[in-house]
């Protein structure tokens, strides 16, 4: 039977003739987007594969195309689109599969890396570029294991460490830059941490765990009306947040009670102020800077209870949470001085003048290194027995107490080393009475001078000496 000749209609000639010109612009622009792409410019380049799209939405290759100059700009979830689309267009696309691949593993999905890069062996057994990054997808999901086991060890260095190098495969990962800077902040080192949160939060305001991290930052620095803020602002972002949850409870609970402790110790509560200090101390062990203040205000409150021992604990427990605390250093210097540990005090006082050359500090300094000076010397008020601000009847009193107590006379039928020893102490008592008694020499005794240096005594009561002004 012979072929019957049909027409075909005018309007599908047109369309034809329609879709090849689309095609051939399409495939103009892609040719200028490759331009712009050798040349680095990929900003022009991403708008020409985009136009090349529109003309011929069904080319995977103008997709890979797109999503290799927005792997380029750093917008993998843009990127890892194209790429989907492409290989859904064309699943033997091996180019298509490597970039879906490699954005999976720079925004931190080593799995789906994995599977890409897999796909991609089975188009091109020899394929060593897919090798090498399914090689990198293993080494990632290591480092994701080694933080996990460190975060829950606690040992946040390690877990610092070990996003450091999985940031160096997965640059992109907001999920990594996030639990790096979270660990940064329990490590105390919270300008690091706050930098990497706001990097994320100008690219994404609304970033929930980025905002935990701010808040968690601001807390641990004591600026706990502020973290609260954040941490409310990070709920209302995601209200399943369970570490926000947490951290915004016991910012508030830490607040409340160091209020209600610092509230008491003004009222001379005392006692109740030490209890509340205690129980805030519970409340959040992480919280290093707050901690700090928290031993420190219970050191205050366990000195006006006279509890000075323990108040120097709590001082050394303020201190080895933040050896920058000055005012821990000069709360425990005065429990030093109060206790006569001078040379501990002085040592305080060292460490605090240092830091801050103030004039009060230097005072303090200088009365505990005189303190320290006299401490040295024999203490004349403990010879007698008597306090530092006896009167001058009560010296007399002493003296003639202590003097009756350790006369030769009452100790003749001693062992010749007894008979020694209290003449050694009888002749003390006169030295004591001897400055004590004399107003000049009591002032220069008291103010630290080292009267043995002056010539002063020669055996005991009764030798007349002047003392040089």
């Given at each position: 039977m012979a072929a019957v000749d049909i027409d075909v209609p005018v309007e599908t000639e047109q369309q034809l003739r329609n879709h090849d010109d689309l095609e051939r612009q399409a495939e103009g622009f892609k040719e200028q987007g490759n331009l712009f792409y050798s040349k680095k410019d990929y900003s022009e380049a991403f708008n020409y594969y985009t136009k090349a799209i529109d003309a011929s939405p069904k080319n995977a290759s103008y997709y890979g195309n797109r999503a290799a100059t927005l792997m380029m700009l750093c917008r993998f979830r843009?990127?890892?689109?194209?790429?989907?689309?492409?290989?859904?267009?064309?699943d033997c696309f091996m180019k298509g599969h490597l970039r879906e691949g490699k954005c999976h593993l720079s925004l931190g999905n080593a799995m789906a890396a994995s599977r890409c890069f897999q796909k991609v062996l089975e188009l091109e057994p020899s394929n060593r570029e897919a090798q090498q990054e399914n090689k990198n997808a293993t080494t990632l999901l290591e480092y994701e294991r080694m933080a996990d086991f460190g975060f829950e060890k606690r040992d946040f260095r390690k877990v610092v460490y070990c996003m450091d190098r999985a940031l160096a495969?997965?640059?992109?990962?907001?999920?990594?830059?996030?639990?790096?800077?979270?660990?940064?902040?329990?490590?105390?080192?919270?300008?690091?941490?706050?930098?990497?949160?706001?990097?994320?939060?100008?690219?994404?305001?609304t970033n929930a765990d980025a905002l935990y991290v701010r808040g968690l930052c601001l807390y641990y620095e004591d600026c706990i009306d502020k973290a609260v803020q954040f941490f409310v602002q990070a709920l209302r972002m995601a209200p399943d947040h369970e570490k926000a949850r947490l951290a915004c409870r016991n910012a508030k609970a830490l607040k409340a009670k160091k209020d209600e402790g610092n509230q008491a110790f003004k009222s001379s509560s005392y006692e109740a102020a030490y209890q509340l200090y205690t129980e805030a101390l519970t409340i959040d062990p992480n919280n290093i800077k707050t901690n700090a203040k928290l031993y420190c205000n219970r050191a205050t409150a366990g000195a006006k209870l006279k509890k000075l021992n323990q108040a120097i604990e709590d001082c050394t427990s303020a201190i080895k949470l933040d050896d920058t605390y000055i005012k821990a250093y000069l709360r425990r210097a005065q429990c030093y001085m109060d206790t006569e540990q001078y040379e501990e005090a002085v040592r305080d006082y060292e460490k605090v003048y240092q830091t801050e050359k103030t004039s009060d500090h230097k005072h303090l300094l200088k009365t505990a290194q005189m303190e320290l000076k006299k401490s040295k010397r024999k203490d004349y008020y403990k010879v007698l027995g008597v306090g530092k601000n006896a009167?001058?009847?009560?010296?007399?009193?002493a003296y003639r107490k202590r003097?009756?107590?350790?006369?030769?006379?009452?100790?003749?039928?001693?062992?010749?080393?007894?008979?020694?020893?209290?003449?050694?102490?009888?002749?003390?008592?006169?030295?004591?009475?001897?400055?004590?008694?004399?107003?000049?020499?009591?002032?220069?005794?008291?103010?630290?001078?080292?009267?043995?240096?002056?010539?002063?005594f020669d055996g005991g009561v009764g030798f007349n000496c002047e003392l040089s002004e």
């Open positions: 843009e990127a890892l689109e194209d790429s989907q689309q492409a290989v859904r267009l064309d495969l997965a640059s992109a990962c907001h999920r990594f830059k996030i639990l790096k800077a979270e660990c940064l902040a329990l490590l105390g080192r919270y300008p690091e941490a706050q930098s990497v949160a706001s990097d994320i939060l100008r690219m994404d305001s009167t001058e009847d009560e010296i007399k009193k003097a009756l107590m350790h006369h030769p006379d009452r100790h003749s039928a001693a062992t010749p080393e007894v008979q020694k020893e209290e003449e050694k102490k009888f002749k003390e008592v006169g030295e004591a009475f001897t400055v004590l008694s004399d107003p000049k020499k009591k002032i220069r005794y008291d103010n630290g001078h080292d009267l043995e240096d002056d010539g002063c």
